[in-house]
């Protein structure tokens, strides 16, 4: 069975503290989303990446498919970046059913 | 704009009455899913749509059920809801062009089943 482990459960940092959450999955896969998620519920995708690294803006992606690792970045972080941050794991095989990880609470004081 | 959009946004009912959920989305987007949020479990699919009139299962499908006639709508059929389906919902798209694209999701739906 595929499983996704986000850590750090939660994360509190000051304002302009460059910030990782780490992903780990269990099995191969396709693709790996980063979602964010305000309070107030909406989820926003941030990236998604089957190999390498992507930027935008103040966020960084990458991914490590041997060692089944990937970690989002921000750089300068801001209050606004105050948020929960999910990773999704697409297994391989042509399933579609994403496997998601319980989410980093981070908080970003000014 | 590109977008999904979930029917209604909040919804209080009683056990064994029965709702649907609707999700539509503007950006003819073959794969679409639905998946509830609960505190401490995360996000969970139910069930997902790979394109008009081919749907299977997710994680968690018991007491739901859904249907994919057109390729812009996916409704959550709730038929006789229970109180452990109080949970907030999200729908949500992606185009399946090559190897697939990013998720659109929808702003979600909190249902509260008394």
């Known amino acids: 069975k595929n499983e996704v482990e986000q850590s750090p459960q939660n994360l509190t940092a000051q304002e302009g503290e460059f910030i990782t959450i780490n992903c780990s999955y269990s099995?191969?896969?396709?693709?790996l989303h980063w979602l964010q998620q305000h309070p107030g519920g909406g989820i926003v995708s941030l990236f998604m990446?089957?190999?390498g690294k992507k930027k935008h803006g103040r966020l960084i992606a990458t991914i490590n498919i041997q060692e089944k690792h990937s970690s989002l970045h921000i750089t300068a972080s801001h209050p606004r970046d105050s948020a929960v941050y999910i990773c999704a794991a697409l297994p391989q095989g042509g399933s579609e059913k994403l496997v998601f990880g319980k989410g980093t609470k981070l908080t970003v004081n000014p | 704009e590109a977008q999904v959009t979930q029917n209604p946004r909040y919804l209080i009912t009683v056990t064994g009455k029965k709702l649907t959920v609707t999700c539509s989305q503007n950006m003819n987007h073959e794969y679409m899913s639905w998946y509830r949020q609960d505190p401490g479990l995360g996000l969970r699919q139910i069930y997902y749509s790979m394109n008009v009139e081919v749907t299977d299962k997710g994680d968690v499908p018991e007491g739901y059920k859904v249907s994919r006639k057109e390729k812009r709508n996916f409704p959550l059929i709730l038929e006789s809801p229970s109180p452990n389906q109080t949970s907030l919902y999200f729908c949500?798209?992606?185009?399946?062009?090559?190897?697939?694209?990013?998720?659109?999701f929808g702003e979600g739906s909190r249902l509260t089943v008394l």
């Open positions: 099995v191969g896969i396709s693709a």
């Open positions: 990446l089957s190999s």
């Open positions: 949500a798209s992606r185009g399946l062009a090559g190897w697939g694209g990013e998720l659109f």
